[in-house]
T-cell receptor, first 113, second 116 residues
Framework: KQEVTQIPAALSVPEGENLVLNCSFT??????LQWFRQDPGKGLTSLLL?????REQTSGRLNASLDKSSGRSTLYIAASQPGDSATYLC????????????FGKGTRLSVIA | NAGVTQTPKFRILKIGQSMTLQCTQD?????MYWYRQDPGMGLKLIYY???????DKGEVPNGYNVSRSTTEDFPLRLELAAPSQTSVYFC???????????????FGSGTRLTVV
């Protein structure tokens, strides 16, 4: 059974810092990995999707990397802003059958102005 | 393009009552999913569907039922509400579910359900 772990559970940084959020998964047989953002009381917004054959994806100040063999992904946020404060969720999709996304519990990020 | 629409946004139920959470998508996605999110516990899959007429259980299906009569709609039914079903419910959809380059999940904004 796939398990996804996100470390740390919570993170507080001053504005302007670069930061890294970590995600690990136990089964390396994945189709893709997706990072989401969730604001309090809101739904999930997709940030980046990395296919199993890819090493990284970039969108603006966000960069996500994937090391499938070691079961790890990182989300790098450059020059953090207070507007980046949210919970960031990592989710993986298995490559066997119709397995849906399996989510980590998220990292709650606070960027202090 | 509305994406995934969930109704209602909030609901309070009494123990033993029943209700249906509605979910509809207008992206012609084949796959649809219901997740529940409890505080600090991440999202857990309740049921999913790979196309009209086909549904399958996820990790936590007990106490819920689903149907998929059309591509667009995937309602979730609670028959006998229990306090343990207090949660936030999210519906999502994806095109093929097989991990293609555009096959990310799109989520609805959620239904916050309280059972008292």
């Amino acid at each position: 059974k796939q398990e996804v772990t996100q470390i740390p559970a919570a993170l507080s940084v001053p504005e302007g810092e670069n930061l890294v959020l970590n995600c690990s998964f136990t089964d390396s047989a994945i189709y893709n990995l997706q990072w989401f953002r969730q604001d309090p009381g809101k739904g999930l917004t997709s940030l980046l999707l990395i296919q199993s054959s890819q090493r990284e994806q970039t969108s603006g100040r966000l960069n996500a990397s994937l090391d499938k063999s070691s079961g790890r992904s990182t989300l790098y946020i450059a020059a953090s802003q207070p507007g980046d404060s949210a919970t960031y969720l990592c989710a993986v999709k298995g490559s066997i059958g119709n397995t849906p996304l399996v989510f980590g519990k998220g990292t709650r990020l606070s960027v202090i102005a | 393009n509305a994406g995934v629409t969930q109704t209602p946004k909030f609901r309070i139920l009494k123990i033993g009552q029943s209700m249906t959470l509605q979910c509809t998508q207008d992206m012609n996605h084949n796959y649809m999913y219901w997740y529940r999110q409890d505080p600090g516990m991440g999202l857990k899959l309740i049921y999913y569907s790979v196309g009209a007429g086909i549904t399958d259980k996820g990790e936590v299906p007990n106490g819920y039922n689903v149907s998929r009569s059309t591509t667009e709609d995937f309602p979730l039914r609670l028959e006998l509400a229990a306090p343990s079903q207090t949660s936030v419910y999210f519906c999502a959809s994806s095109y093929t579910g097989t991990g293609g380059s555009t096959d990310g999940y799109t989520f609805g904004s959620g239904t916050r359900l309280t059972v008292v």
